[in-house]
């Protein structure tokens, strides 16, 4: 038992680390959910767009784009470009980032 001792401490001292990361995200996940409105939250699948927000893309050309399949556009949101539902508005997927807008 007495051999096990030093084996144990390493792993005692993994799962706290462990521990401590995961306390940690909980914590950056709480704190982007209490962000405040100044400061726009960030964008994922699935969210729903603000007009506000949203540059329709209307030469995704000029992105190295073709045309957005049937039922989707392109547009930038927050420096992103993303393809979304215009009947939605809800981000179908994120494509990456750009530098600035061109159309």
């Not at 799962?15 to 959910?33: E, K, P």
């Amino acid at each position: 038992m007495l051999r096990d001792r030093p084996s144990l401490f390493v792993a005692a001292g993994f799962l706290a680390a462990l521990a401590t990361a995961c306390m940690g995200q909980q914590a950056g996940r709480a704190d982007q959910a209490a962000a405040p409105a100044d400061r726009p939250a960030v964008l994922r699948v699935g969210d729903r767009l603000e007009d506000a927000r949203l540059h329709m893309v209307t030469r995704p050309g000029l992105y190295g784009m073709s045309q957005a399949p049937a039922g989707s556009r392109y547009g930038i949101v927050d420096g992103k470009l993303i393809r979304y539902d215009p009947e939605s508005a809800q981000v179908l997927s994120i494509i990456r980032q750009v530098d600035r807008i061109v159309d």
